[in-house]
């Protein structure tokens, strides 16, 4: 083999060897960007489930607290104060009203 040959496969393996590593590297960037994205949407779901379950709940207090029945409307109340301390609950439901009162 001439010099110039020997130096050829030289640089070509050398190139070879660097694609390889860049390949490797762009691979883990995008698997990376794949998992965030990933993350963000269970989080997004997750959130959005746990908010239907909260109204769920607060839509069953608010029947008890209505209800004609004295125990009823305690339960009703008492699951009212549960929900508003939750980390769900929204700023215009943070405070139900004292137990008994109209508003």
């Known amino acids: 083999m001439t010099p110039w040959v020997e130096h050829t496969f030289c640089y070509t393996e050398r190139l070879i060897q660097v694609a390889g ?10 698997n990376t960007a794949v998992l965030r994205q ?5 989080e997004q779901k997750t959130g959005a489930d746990n908010q239907t379950q909260w109204w769920t709940r607060y839509t069953w207090a608010e029947e008890l607290r209505l209800s ?5 409307q305690l339960l009703g109340w008492s699951h009212l ?20 009162s109209l508003f």
């Open 81 to 100: 104060n549960i929900l508003s301390a939750g980390a769900l609950t929204t700023d215009a439901l943070q405070r139900v009203p004292p137990e008994g």
């Open 38 to 42: 990933s993350v963000k949407t269970w």
């Open 68 to 72: 004609k029945d004295p125990a009823r």
């Open 21 to 30: 590593f860049a390949a490797v590297i762009v691979t883990i960037w995008i």
